[in-house]
T-cell receptor
């Protein structure tokens, strides 16, 4: 069964360092997303991406964040200068059908710890 | 804006007990509604969904009915198992927006 894969599963970094989280969405999907979940809290939307551009982003997704689909298969989330409060589980998701009803398939997450 | 409200957890039940996790929503238009489950150490998995009023989603013994009149999508299971212990998230997708809006999640702990 096709699945969304994410790397790394866990990354520890120092505050102020750049981090890139990688995702390989399901191959025929068209919509891509990043969510995050701070420990013990709700799953929060960060950004959605379609047709090689951001289609929607939340207030969390400020200038420190960027996304890219560099090669038609990977979908990356970059945090330029990490802060302590960026520590969270980051989930990538993709969907393949119309925006309103298509199921989102999630990866297993990348846990980011900022020290 | 769109929002999802779930009952506070944790919910602790004995095996074979009846489960209800309440979920209500606020949305413009006619949202699709989802329940996702997160088992310990894992990602989010779709448990069930309903795309229009009065639809019933079901999977693995879990059910939820899309009630437009009460803007609710409560999750139920007649007889829970220890293996159902997880965090359950109610979510919606509304209008032309493509994102999912999640509730806070409800942790279920089932004991023998």
């Amino acid at each position: 069964e096709p699945e969304v894969t994410q790397t790394p599963s866990h990354q520890v970094t120092q505050m102020g360092q750049e981090v890139i989280l990688r995702c390989v969405p399901i191959s025929n999907h068209l919509y891509f997303y990043w969510y995050r979940q701070i420990l013990g809290q709700k799953v929060e939307f960060l950004v959605s991406f379609y047709n090689n551009e951001i289609s929607e982003k939340s207030e969390i997704f400020d200038d420190q964040f960027s996304v890219e689909r560099p090669d038609g298969s990977n979908f990356t989330l970059k945090i330029r200068s990490t802060k302590l409060e960026d520590s969270a589980m980051y989930f990538c998701a993709s969907s393949g059908v119309g925006a309103n009803t298509g199921e989102l398939f999630f990866g297993e997450g990348s846990r980011l710890t900022v020290l | 804006g769109n929002s999802v409200t779930q009952m506070e957890g944790p919910v602790t039940l004995s095996e074979e007990a009846f489960l209800t996790i309440n979920c209500t929503y606020t949305a413009t238009g006619y949202p699709s509604l989802f329940w996702y489950v997160q088992y310990p150490g894992e990602g989010l998995q779709l448990l069930l969904k309903a795309t229009k009023a009065d639809d019933k989603g079901s999977n693995k013994g879990f059910e939820a009915t899309y009630r437009k009149e009460t803007t609710s999508f409560h999750l139920e299971k007649g007889s829970v198992q220890v293996s159902d212990s997880a965090v359950y998230f109610c979510a919606l997708r509304a209008g032309t927006a493509s994102k999912l809006t999640f509730g806070t999640g409800t942790r279920l702990q089932v004991t023998l």
